[in-house]
């Protein structure tokens, strides 16, 4: 017997349950473990979560700059406002989680761009519902010298590095992709045609 249509699951169990399903990787069972251990979980641990869940939406915002996640008192983010950064290489990225990942490398010390996504017209996502004005606005207007194009290397990742490429290719700046090829540590064996094809083409010296 379906316990939801039997009215066995309590509205408020119910309606937490649905809002987890919603989230990216969480599916129903998934939804319904977490709702159920924050049942059982101490008042002030469900409490602690509301109030996260809460702050997260009203004191974040976005960059006026380069539309990273910032607190909301912060105003250019802690990368803008950073003296010691080089301001003439700007790296382009998806989302803001791209950010973090390639500052926990520390190696890049540019600045970045952050595009919110990325074109995917089977999705209805065209070149306007992103940040690409406001990059290409920023590289005319800066003294940028090289955009560092770090969109994912799928469909709608190469799409996007496509259309900034072919838009900024008549300007002063370099416009350069990120690497791609074998990952350290894998076997040769079992690495997909494009892949190895961008492997070849990325050769170097020893």
């Known amino acids: ?13 119910q309606r937490l349950i649905d809002q987890f ?15 159920f251990y924050l049942l059982r979980a101490a008042d002030e641990q469900a409490s602690t979560l509301a109030e996260a869940l809460v702050s997260l939406k009203s004191d974040t915002s976005f960059c006026s700059i380069c539309y990273n996640i910032r607190s909301s008192e912060i105003d250019p983010c802690a990368v803008c406002s950073d003296v010691g950064r080089d301001t003439t290489t700007l790296c382009v ?10 500052e926990r490398a520390g190696i890049f010390k540019g600045i970045y761009h952050v595009l919110h996504g990325s074109i995917s017209p089977v999705d209805g996502i065209g070149p306007d519902d ?26 709608s990742g190469e ?6 490429y072919q838009r900024l290719s008549s300007g002063g700046a370099r416009v350069t992709r990120l690497a791609r090829g074998l990952p350290v540590g894998g076997d040769l064996e079992y690495a997909d045609e494009i892949t190895l094809m961008r492997s070849l083409e990325g050769r170097q010296d020893m």
């Open 1 to 13: 017997m379906n316990l939801k249509s039997a009215g066995a699951i309590p509205r408020p169990v």
């Open 21 to 35: 399903s919603r989230l990216p990787g969480i599916g129903p069972k998934s939804a319904s473990r977490l709702t």
């Open 93 to 102: 990225v998806e989302e803001p989680l791209d950010v973090f990942a390639i």
């Open 130 to 155: 992103l940040k690409l004005n406001e990059l290409l606005e920023r590289v005319n207007s800066d003294s940028v010298k090289e955009v560092v194009i770090a969109t994912n290397p799928n469909l």
């Open 159 to 164: 799409a996007t590095a496509m259309y900034i």
